[in-house]
């Protein structure tokens, strides 16, 4: 397992931090969608993932119903994660699914399900779970960036939702087809220019911070709610 | 428990709780464009919004709209991303001549200012046109900005409707139909669990920060 890979592509050169969650976001049209999926083209995947199982996953990948469903009935190895996940989404049985049409969040569900049991090393995720919903999403996601540390498995993914920045341990910032910023999340935290700039917006209490900032009431940047209330409690009680 | 006329009605609720069939049931209409569908991913534009409407004048009005420039109407639709095709989706929509207007995960794949220029374009509709607009959707950060009216989807029924207010405020119906509340709620509910201060009712975190600078 390499420490990271070096990634040089459509004059764009960085570095993929391995067993690491990298988010690629930046505005509506930018070229994100088409950076990933140049990236992984074949040649460059071996390029610049040489000896990695890297599987790439977008919102408009194919969803092929009856052997996805076939293919998770019958893995016997990663059945306990399967009904884990699908309990999660209340499905009892997963041959129900066979005789209706999935809802196309249930769709990315299943879809993601078929890929994670194949145990690839890269996982490059293209919007992949932009239609499930917030409540269940947050419950995916925090279940598997456990598993991807545990297995040493690396994520490079796309969103525009600021909620899903709190899951990535790197951020890349790529707008006008070109990287604007590179850095870890806090790095990108006190990137305010940037972010507004774009179009872009930060998760809930980071904005806030934002805002409050403005009024002299923090020393240091507080990215943590209960710690902000504490502090504005705090500051109140001086005054 | 109908569908409000001239007024943003939203369908909310969990990943597979069947919201589309019971915002098209209610609604009573079939007619939408799938922009998945594989049959139109050759098209142009212009070819798919002629499906709509002949007049080349709404075309270009549809496409204004939503930020579409004179000269996109001859892109093909496979080289669209995410977010134009949601953009797109909407001027297709525009095009027709119904009173009502329906939208399937408006928000997705769209940036934060592309996401308020599309409460501005629900806005007008409603108001200057007096159209009825219909939106399925699960970003409650967002649909709590401007819904008038919600309906909660469970096991494709309708389980709740009401206000923002109504639905949001309830910690154990979100809770039950596996919503997840909008951040702005979530925050005002822990200042007044940690420190028994109840700060207004806001959807506008600048509303908020007021609240905050006034109360602390």
């Known amino acids: ?239 | 428990m109908g569908i409000k006329k001239s007024k943003i009605n939203v369908f909310i609720g969990p990943t597979g709780s069947g919201k589309k069939e019971v915002a098209l049931r209610m609604l009573k209409s079939n007619s939408f464009l799938d922009v998945f569908d594989i049959r139109l991913q050759d098209k142009s534009l212009k070819q798919i919004l002629s499906l709509q409407t002949q007049s080349t004048k709404k075309q270009k009005e549809a496409l204004q709209m939503i930020g579409f420039s004179e000269t996109d109407q001859n892109r093909l639709l496979k080289t669209l991303s995410q977010g134009e095709l949601q953009r797109f989706s909407i001027a297709y929509t525009l095009c027709s001549k119904c009173d009502s207007y329906i939208f399937f995960h408006p928000s997705v794949g769209l940036d934060a200012r592309n996401k308020q220029s599309l409460i501005k374009l629900f806005r007008l509709l409603k108001t200057r046109y007096h159209k009825t607009i219909v939106i399925v959707s699960h970003d409650s950060n967002w649909i709590h900005q401007f819904a008038d009216f919600l309906f909660v989807v469970y096991n494709s029924n309708v389980v709740f409707s009401g206000t923002s207010y109504d639905l949001f405020t309830n910690q154990d119906l979100c809770r039950k139909y596996q919503i997840k509340r909008p951040d702005i709620i979530e925050f005002e509910d822990f200042v007044l669990k940690k420190k028994g201060k109840r700060l207004g009712y806001r959807n506008d975190i600048k509303d908020l920060i007021k609240d905050i600078y006034r109360n602390i």
């Open chain 1, 1 to 239: 397992m390499m420490n990271s890979y070096s990634i040089k592509l459509e004059k764009q050169q960085f570095s993929l931090v391995s067993n690491e969650w990298t988010c690629l976001t930046g505005p509506v049209g930018s070229g994100k969608s088409k950076f990933l999926h140049n990236l992984t083209k074949k040649e460059n995947v071996k390029n610049f993932f040489p000896q990695e199982k890297v599987v790439y996953l977008s919102d408009r990948t194919f969803f092929p119903q009856e052997k996805v469903i076939k293919t998770l009935l019958m893995n016997v190895e990663d059945q306990k994660i399967i009904e884990k996940i699908l309990k999660l989404f209340n499905i009892s049985s997963l041959s129900t699914l066979f005789h209706f049409e999935p809802s196309i969040g249930m769709c990315q569900v299943l879809l993601f399900l078929y890929y994670y049991i194949q145990h690839p090393t890269v996982f490059v995720l293209d919007h992949a779970f932009s239609m499930i919903d917030p409540y269940h999403k947050e419950k995916l996601l925090t279940w598997f960036k456990k598993e991807c540390k545990k297995n040493h498995q690396t994520v490079l993914f796309t969103s525009l939702e600021a909620e899903d920045l709190l899951y990535a341990d790197q951020i890349i910032l790529y707008a006008e087809e070109q990287i604007k910023f590179i850095g870890t999340r806090k790095e990108f935290y006190q990137e305010e220019k940037l972010v507004s700039q774009y179009g872009l917006e930060y998760p809930f209490d980071v904005e806030l911070y934002h805002k409050l900032k403005y009024y002299n009431v923090f020393k240091r940047p507080i990215y943590n709610r209960e710690r902000m209330i504490e502090h504005l409690w705090e500051s109140k009680n001086q005054k």
